[in-house]
């Protein structure tokens, strides 16, 4: 009888602290927020008798948006597929033999991220895992200037269609609301010019970092 009176004590404490915690098994939401991004990768330079064409990377970060929805599975532990619209880019510099410039470009990516975290505090997680990026548009005027000084017309066959990454960052949760800081890189190249120069070709190969600061509500 003694037994079967502390075990039941001890699952009423443990359905209080859950009611507490408020802590679901399955929650789905939406996310939102924005990108810090920039594209690191060799030098390129071309150049004849007549002129000399150089591109080089900027540290410079570009703003972009991004947005989604996300479903979490688990409490302690939990894994968090999402499907999230997202805009990342970057600058480079620009000289044209006589003066230097700034080129710009952004794309705009449909992401798949597939977190895995875990729950180190009653508010406090980390969480990391993979993610697939697919490019669904590009914008500014990088391409203006390949087309200009190079004489290409094939640039939009630079930026990839598809490229593979990793996320990994911090979230808080505060009742429904999530408060979440990743950083992003990129195992895959995001952009890829093929050049009629063999070495022009190996030196444009350019991968992608970003921050990202987001906010979530879970239904």
Known sequence: MKTNVLLLALLLVQGVSWAQDGTKFFSLGLRAGANLSQVRGNDLSL????????????SNRVWGATGGIFMRIGRTFYVQPEIMFSQKGG??????????????????NIDFPLMFGVKIARFLRINAGPVAA??????????????????EDTFDDAFRRASLGYQAGIGIDVGKLNFDLRYEGNLTDVVNLKLDNPQAQAQFERKLNL??????FAF
């Open 211 to 216: 921050l990202q600061a987001t906010i979530g």
């Open 134 to 151: 697919f490019n669904i548009g590009n914008s500014g005027n990088l391409e203006d200037a390949f087309n200009d000084y190079t004489n």
């Open 91 to 108: 600058q480079f510099s620009l000289y044209d033999g006589t003066a230097t410039t700034t080129k710009s470009f952004k794309m705009s």
């Open 47 to 58: 150049g004849n008798n007549a002129n000399t064409w150089q591109l080089s990377d900027k």
